[in-house]
């Protein structure tokens, strides 16, 4: 796959996605009442048990319901997965206020990476 290939798939969600998983975040994520749930180890994880690696926002192309964002995330113990929702007004208000809690989240800007 040349450079400019790569960069034109990492703008999709799939491509980063992929991305991410040949990265070892293999893991899904997702959040309840209780934390951040692994769906691969069922672990649950507190805010400050993880850190957000890097995130990435998507923009629909024809409707703004489309917009989303996927976070990179490693646990303390060492589990590296994903975490998707929507970006913007739909989001989930439950993602959101965990993701405010988590304290070490950092944006890495990579032009080889999805922007």
């Known amino acids: 796959m040349t450079h400019e290939n ?5 703008k999709t969600l799939v491509g980063c ?3 991410l998983d040949a990265q070892g975040f293999t ?3 997702k959040v309840n009442h ?3 749930q692994s769906l691969a180890s069922q672990k649950m ?4 048990d993880v850190k957000i690696v890097n995130f990435y926002r998507f923009e629909g192309d024809s409707d703004p ?3 989303s964002i996927l976070y990179a995330i490693e646990t303390m ?4 997965g994903t975490l998707s929702d929507a970006y913007g007004v739909y989001a989930d208000p439950m993602i959101m206020d965990f993701v405010k809690r988590v304290e070490d989240c950092s944006k ?3 032009k080889d990476e999805c922007l």
């Open 6 to 10: 790569k960069g034109h798939e990492m």
């Open 17 to 19: 996605c992929q991305m």
């Open 108 to 110: 890495k800007v990579n």
């Open 34 to 36: 209780a934390g951040l």
């Open 27 to 29: 893991t899904q994520f």
């Open 65 to 67: 319901q489309d917009n």
């Open 45 to 48: 994880y507190g805010a400050n």
């Open 77 to 80: 113990e060492g589990e590296k």
